[in-house]
């Protein structure tokens, strides 16, 4: 192992109420949109925003975007969705952009409590494996690039307010699940492995993601415990 680092991150639910954060005027007026949170889906909405004419503002707290994540592994996946997700993000990206690292699956190794293997295989990939962080080939460094490449303005290390922005891009409100993670590199073959087993991981499962010598391992609750 040459580095490592360990993470906690939250699962959340969105405020899907339509009131909860009123339209400043200036968006009604069609002034400076202001997005709050530089992660993929504030990112995305900058880059549509500023390629339809739009002058865009991304207000992030932090001093450049990743957030926490400095190289973790995550899955891009083609589920629910009918459209494949790595076109999809080449299409936020645009031609000129080059995509971030991926490496498609497809194949996954199920593990039960017994410890018995169920490997799923498909010939379509059912998702990508990349990595998150500031880095140009990773998912946070490519999006920032290509926002800053038609026009997006960043404003780093400030906080800002719901009330006072157009688009609230910073997670959900409620949290539905918890994951820690280690991750760094290691000398394994590449592969999506998944235990579901409730001495190892009560209430969610276990998980080892491994690429090109990078690897996550982590462990996620997803159901309340008491």
């Not at 900058?46 to 899955?75: H, K």
Request: net charge negative; aromatic share 6%.
């Amino acid at each position: 192992v040459c580095s490592s680092d360990l993470s906690r991150n939250s699962v959340t639910e969105p405020d899907r109420s339509p009131s909860a954060h009123p339209t400043p005027a200036s968006t009604q007026h069609g002034g400076t949109v202001t997005v709050l949170g530089a992660g993929p889906s504030g990112l995305a909405a900058a880059i549509t925003l500023a390629r339809a004419g739009r002058s865009v503002r991304v207000i992030e707290q932090r001093s450049d975007v990743g957030g926490r994540y400095d190289g973790n592994l995550q899955m891009l996946t083609n589920y629910p969705d009918d459209l494949d997700a790595l076109a999809e993000l080449a299409d936020i990206l645009g031609t000129e952009h080059p995509l971030p690292d991926t490496w498609p699956q497809y194949r996954a190794d199920l593990y039960g409590p017994s410890g018995n293997l169920s490997r799923v295989k498909s010939e379509l990939p059912f998702g990508y494996m990349l990595q998150r962080g500031p880095d140009a080939t990773a998912l946070d460094g490519a999006l920032r690039d290509a926002a800053t490449s038609v026009g997006v303005e960043f404003q780093f290390g400030e906080r800002g307010h719901p009330a006072d922005v157009d688009i609230v891009a910073t997670g959900g409100r409620r949290v539905q699940g918890v994951a820690r993670e280690w991750y760094g590199s290691v000398d394994l073959p590449d592969g999506f492995h998944v235990r579901f087993d409730a001495r190892v991981c009560p209430g969610g499962y276990g998980y080892l993601l491994v690429a090109d010598g990078r690897a996550v391992l982590g462990a996620a609750v997803v159901r309340e415990q008491k």
